[in-house]
């Protein structure tokens, strides 16, 4: 989830990063203001697998979730953190779903900025009647998700 687009939007370049080699493998490398970065979804990630893993960006190589560092800490069994990558997964594929009722097709963009283009289209309830029910769950599941990968997953402000 940290690649597909689901956790991050984009990943910014550290010290030790080359931009240019990292796009000759096909990474969405980006310039603003001055800063690279690589956007998300990750076109590395190729059927749940990184094509790039022994070249990948510095930041890639850091992050372990909080999933993996409670596996490798003995705080939680693989099952137990299995279990909790499946439910969130669910979320995901659930808050996907939604969008795509929602009328905006899978576009390569990361998950957060697909919700957010939906959440701020206004929905008139005279003429989309059927919207109504489906944005609600869209921003239930969407919220659910959020408080999960920020208690479940990403590290807390401040960590290495």
Known sequence: MCC????????????GDVPAELGRLGLKIR??????FMEQPCSGLQEKRCTVYERRPVRCRL??????????SGEITEAEAMAMIIETRALVEKVRGLIVQ???R???QALVERYERVASTPVNEAL???LVAVRADLEETMRKLK???????????GSP
């Open 128 to 130: 989309e009647p059927e």
């Open 31 to 36: 310039c603003r203001d001055g800063e690279y």
């Open 147 to 157: 408080l999960q990968l920020n208690r479940e997953f990403r590290l807390p402000p």
């Open 63 to 72: 992050f372990n979730c909080q999933q993996l560092g409670r596996l490798e």
């Open 106 to 108: 899978e576009d390569g």
């Open 4 to 15: 597909d687009g689901t956790m991050f939007q984009i990943v910014r370049m550290q010290p």
């Open 102 to 104: 929602c009328g905006l």
